[in-house]
């Protein structure tokens, strides 16, 4: 069974900054491109960083040299280094496949606040 389970996230103050993990099982997602997304109040979950099983990495203009992602295939884990937080990164912060599969984990909330 494919299960994904976040977690790192909390609240910090602008220029503060915050890891989170990624934790999932099933076998599958060693051998896939993996992303971090995220979903601000009212908006789309968007896709803000990629990184595929070899470790290629893309991510959103709007996190580009503040975030960093990585993965530990050997563990199935996944991070977010999320370093110079603002504002506008406050939103729940999913980790699943890209392209995403249906299922989805609880999120973890990420608040960037003075």
């Known amino acids: 069974q494919v299960q994904l389970v976040e977690s790192g996230g909390g609240l910090v103050q602008p220029g503060g900054s915050l890891t989170l993990s990624c934790a999932t099982s099933?076998?599958?997602?060693?051998?896939?491109?993996m992303g971090w997304y995220r979903q601000a109040p009212g908006k789309q979950r968007e896709l803000v960083a990629r990184?595929?099983?070899?470790?290629?990495?893309n991510y959103a203009d709007s996190v580009k040299g503040r975030f960093t992602i990585s993965r530990d295939n050997a563990k199935n884990l996944m991070y977010l280094q999320m370093n110079n937080m603002k504002p506008e990164d406050t939103a729940v912060y999913y980790c699943?496949?890209?392209?995403?599969?249906?299922?989805w984990g609880q999120g973890t909330q990420v608040s960037v606040s003075s």
């Open positions: 099933g076998g599958i997602f060693r051998f896939v491109a």
């Open positions: 990184i595929t099983s070899t470790g290629g990495t």
């Open positions: 699943n496949a890209d392209p995403a599969l249906r299922t």
